[in-house]
């Protein structure tokens, strides 16, 4: 009986400490995309490429470009105003190719 009890507490700490890496390496993952998205400089509206400006164009012909970001990358981050009121921030590469960060 001491046996069973034994291997039912040994059993119940390994599945714990499994669950707690992995909960670990959820973190460094979400601090990682955060730190990221913080790379980026703010730039001016006008500064961006023309690519980019006729990807929001073509992809979301009400919208209106707020604020422009770049990072090291060439990547883009977009605050845009449409016409209904709704706004929101689209992720872009130099050639115009929306991307998810």
Not at 18 to 28: F, H, I, K, R
Not at 77 to 99: H, M, P, Q, R
């Amino acid at each position: 009986m001491k046996n069973l009890f034994f291997a039912t507490v040994l059993s119940f700490v390994g599945l714990t400490a499994m669950a707690q890496e992995e909960t670990a390496e959820l973190q460094t993952d979400e601090t990682t995309a955060i730190a990221s998205i913080q790379d980026f400089q703010e730039i001016n509206v006008a500064d961006l490429p023309e690519t980019v400006k006729a990807a929001v164009k073509k992809d979301y012909p009400t919208a209106s470009v707020d604020k422009a970001y770049k990072n090291e990358s060439d990547q883009y981050k977009l605050e845009l105003s449409l016409k209904d009121g709704t706004k929101g921030t689209v992720y872009a590469d130099a050639e115009g190719n929306w991307i998810e960060i």
